[in-house]
Structure formats: C-alpha cells, structure tokens
C-alpha cells in the first residue's frame, strides 16, 4: 500500500470512517434480527471504497447509492442518529421515516439518494454532472454501483454520453463479485467491467477495494480529472461482502468458506490499522480507544432512533409532490 499526499489526519479520518461504517452495519444488522427493520443489505467488507472516494470530495459535490448504500452515507458525512432513525423508520430519520434503509438521502450533504432499482440512479448521477457542467462549476457526480448493474443498458448509455460531453462524473462499480448470488466471472463478459471504458473514451481503472489507500489514490487522479474538465473516470474496485445479499441469504449457499476467509485476511480496517502503527501514526490503544469512541457513538444513534417517535398518519401524502414556483 502507499500513502503519498496523505497526512496523519487524513489518514485518522478514513481509519474512523470505516470503523463507523462497520460498527453501524453490525447494529444495523442486529436491529433488523430484532424486527424493527426489512430489507437490511449489509456492506461489512465494503468500508474502504466509498471512504477513498469520499475523502476527495466537498460537501457540494454528489454521490449516488444503491440498494446497498448505508456505507456511501456515512463516508459522504451523513448524521448517524438521523440515519438510523431512518433506518427504522421514524420521524426524526434523514426522510422522515418515509425512506427506509434503501432509500437515504441528504441533499445538503450532496447525498442525492440511495435507491433500491438496480442502476436507476445512473442517470440520475450523469444528469447532475451535466448540471454542473452548464453551470460552470467544478463539482463531480459520484455514481456507485455494483457488478450486478454493469450489465444494465441505461449504464452503457450513461457512459457514453458521458464520455462524448467529457461530463464531471465518476462512475465507480462495487465489485463484490456477486450479484445476490451470480458470480460475476458468469455474468460479465471478459470478466472486466473496468476494461469496457477504453468503448466511452475514459480511462477505466480497475483497483484493490479492500485498500483504502489504493483506492483513495485512484479515486484522487479521477476527481482531479473530473474537476479540471477532463471528463470522467470508469473505476472498478474488487471488494467483498462478508454477509449475505440480504440478512436472510446464506451466502455459502453459493460461495465457499475458504473463499469468504480469503477475503476477511485482508480486511480492509484491520489492513489501515496495521498501516498506522507501522508507520507511527497511531499506537494500538489509540486506535482501540477510537473504537470504543465510535461504538458509544452507534450506541447513542441507536437510543435515539428507538426513541423517536413515528411518523404522524397524516405524513402519508405529504412530500409526495415537488412545487416549483
């Protein structure tokens, strides 16, 4: 791993992003065990992709989730407390309880959705890079997605246009090598999804996603390029999902546990924390009293999301419509 152009802060700050990520999945996790939520995809595994990308990014600049999207909020600096309130739907959530786990949004943050129709926010994403584009800004659109939605069309048009209009957009595909459980050597076509880029006039750049520091460098080059007019970036980061599609999927229903061990041996936490003490950034007790910070952090979101209230019966048909004068 390399860290060039990282300093100590900067790298304290990704190391606590995923620590937060990861102790919000396991709660999450275990309150919907207990009932209070459906539908729970769990990223655990998947920590170091949206924070090396995120880090780049001002508070302006958007991103765009999937179904699985809980740890593209966090790195993009969403409100714990509010998102798990979301999560169970309450009224104090990010939306009012009305969105659910696979629907988090938070336009001032730059969180433009998370959306559980597999590529749907694509699109979204290439239209709000056009958006900055003819308005003269610098911001970038961040899509991600994963290798399930590789093979939609409506990316394939993304990126074309995105590439004929060199749009600020950055288009960067999860590959945690199954599509709920289809491997995607069985899905994808020359095994690459990084490889079709060189067909939209980008660079497409495929990178280790279990290392933050890999992954913070080739998303940097990518949001430079996109600032600059440059055009966009194809990134594909190879990841894994510890847990299953969803909380009742048995992933070794269709993967191995020498497989799943494989992966969790170069955890991508456990790979930073290494970096840190190797490096005389952070000692061990530092970094398990920051653990102990976030746990007590994800604690408290959780009593206030079970605290809340729901939604009033009345807020069914409100929001429902957008009035523009």
Same mark, same amino acid.
């Given at each position: 791993m390399s860290a060039?152009? $990282?300093?100590?802060?900067? +790298? /304290?700050?990704?190391?606590?992003?995923? +620590?937060?990520?990861?102790?919000?999945? &396991?709660?999450?996790?275990?309150?919907?065990?207990? !009932?209070?939520?459906?539908?729970?995809? *769990?990223? =655990?595994?998947?920590?170091? %992709?949206?924070? #090396? =990308?995120?880090?780049? /990014?001002?508070?302006?600049?958007?991103?765009?989730?999937?179904?699985? *999207?809980?740890?593209?909020?966090?790195?993009?600096?969403?409100?714990?407390? +509010?998102?798990?309130? &979301? $999560? /169970? !739907?309450?009224?104090?959530?990010?939306?009012?309880?009305?969105? !659910?786990?696979?629907?988090?949004?938070?336009?001032?943050?730059?969180? $433009? #959705?998370?959306?559980?129709? @597999?590529? *749907?926010?694509?699109? @979204?994403?290439?239209?709000?890079?056009?958006?900055?584009? %003819?308005? #003269?800004?610098? /911001? =970038? *659109? %961040?899509v991600f997605f994963g290798d399930g939605a590789a093979n939609q069309g409506v990316l394939h048009e993304s990126m074309n246009l995105a590439g004929i209009w060199k749009l600020p957009i950055i288009f960067v595909c999860e590959n945690n090598r199954y599509a709920q459980s289809t491997p995607f050597e069985y899905a994808v076509a020359g095994e690459s999804v990084a490889d079709r880029a060189a067909g939209y006039d980008m660079p497409g750049i495929a990178v280790n996603g279990m290392s933050v520091l890999d992954v913070y460098e080739v998303a940097g080059e990518a949001v430079r390029r996109a600032r600059a007019g440059d055009g966009p970036t194809l990134i594909e980061a190879m990841t894994y999902r510890y847990m299953g599609h969803f909380g009742a999927d048995n992933p070794l229903m269709y993967r191995t546990e020498d497989e799943e061990d494989e992966f969790k041996a170069r955890d991508c936490n456990r790979q930073l924390k290494g970096y840190l003490m190797e490096n005389a950034i952070a000692t061990e007790a530092e970094l398990d009293a920051m653990d102990e910070e976030v746990l007590e952090e994800v604690a408290e979101a959780t009593r206030f999301a079970n605290d809340s209230p729901f939604p009033d019966p009345s807020e069914l048909t409100t929001d429902v419509y957008v009035s523009y004068r």
């Open positions: 060039t152009k $990282l300093d100590d802060k900067t +790298l /304290l700050w990704m190391y606590r992003t995923m +620590l937060t990520i990861r102790r919000f999945e &396991e709660q999450a996790r275990r309150e919907a065990d207990a !009932g209070k939520l459906r539908g729970m995809h *769990s990223a =655990v595994g998947q920590e170091a %992709v949206p924070t #090396g =990308v995120c880090v780049h /990014l001002r508070d302006g600049d958007y991103i765009f989730g999937t179904h699985r *999207s809980h740890h593209h909020c966090i790195a993009k600096g969403l409100d714990i407390k +509010l998102m798990m309130a &979301e $999560l /169970l !739907g309450k009224a104090t959530g990010t939306n009012k309880g009305k969105g !659910g786990t696979m629907h988090i949004a938070d336009i001032e943050k730059g969180m $433009l #959705g998370a959306n559980g129709i @597999v590529g *749907s926010n694509i699109p @979204v994403a290439t239209g709000a890079a056009l958006r900055a584009q %003819v308005q #003269g800004t610098d /911001l =970038v *659109s %961040v």
